[in-house]
Antibody, heavy 122, light 107 residues
Framework: EVQLVQSGAEVKKPGESLKISCQGS????????IAWVRQMPGKGLESMGI????????RYSPSFEGQVTISVDKSITTAYLQWSGLQASDTAIYYC???????????????WGQGTMVTVSS | EVVLTQSPDFQSVTPKEKVTITCRAS??????LHWYQQKPGQSPKLLIK???QSISGVPSRFSGSGSGTDFTLTISSLEAEDAATYYC?????????FGQGTKLEIK
């Protein structure tokens, strides 16, 4: 079964760092780009950026450039999203998703992780 | 960045009614437009890819049309289980972008 499994919910304080994960299985992980998507409470979906596991080529959406870091460890088929200094406004559900077209940053987001809830509160 | 504008933002509909949701792109995107359904507490689910291509396992009452800048998701006969928020996503131009969502409520 093709799936993406994300790490569990996190509760952090402002200023703390965090790294959440997304592990792929059931397919050739290094052939397909992975996207990260933010959903703030009661709001819509926002694409944060994408990464290609084969060579770690990363493209950020302008709103998220410099705010987060996307990385990958293809040896354990896992992508990451990290923050160096969380803010209350980072409170959201974060999803990873697979781009459907092998080898290119194209296509729909066809497989989604279950989401990771991140709560930032003092 | 391509801006996607959905309409309406909210719609209250009766079972068996035909529903149409539109998505307009700020630039020409060909057929690189996909539709998703998200129910509360769940991850988004792909309904239609490349504007009009069906997805295995998705009920046939869901269909899509359009190209260029104007796209439509149609639910031919609404069922109670279709209560959800629907999003369009464009993949032609990086960064990929989503529409703001359309919430369907069942009367």
């Amino acid at each position: 079964e093709v799936q993406l499994v994300q790490s569990g919910a996190e509760v952090k304080k402002p200023g703390e760092s965090l790294k959440i994960s997304c592990q792929g299985s059931g397919y050739r992980f290094d052939f397909y780009w992975i996207a990260w998507v933010r959903q703030m409470p009661g709001k819509g979906l926002e694409s944060m950026g994408i990464i290609y596991p084969r060579d770690s080529d990363t493209r950020y959406s302008p709103s998220f450039e410099g705010q987060v870091t996307i990385s990958v460890d293809k040896s354990i088929t896992t992508a990451y999203l990290q923050w160096s200094g969380l803010q209350a406004s980072d409170t959201a559900i974060y999803y990873c998703a697979r781009l459907s077209t092998a080898l290119a940053p194209l296509g729909s987001f066809d497989i989604w992780g279950q989401g990771t809830m991140v709560t930032v509160s003092s | 960045e391509v801006v996607l504008t959905q309409s309406p933002d909210f719609q209250s509909v009766t079972p068996k009614e035909k529903v149409t949701i539109t998505c307009r792109a700020s630039l020409i995107i060909g057929n690189g437009l996909h539709w998703y359904q998200q129910k509360p507490g769940q991850s988004p689910k792909l309904l239609i890819k490349y504007a009009s291509q069906s997805i295995s396992g998705v009920p046939s009452r869901f269909s899509g049309s359009g190209s260029g800048t104007d796209f439509t998701l149609t639910i031919s006969s609404l069922e109670a289980e279709d209560a959800a928020t629907y999003y369009c996503l464009q993949s032609t131009s990086l960064p990929q972008t989503f529409g703001q969502g359309t919430k369907l409520e069942i009367k």
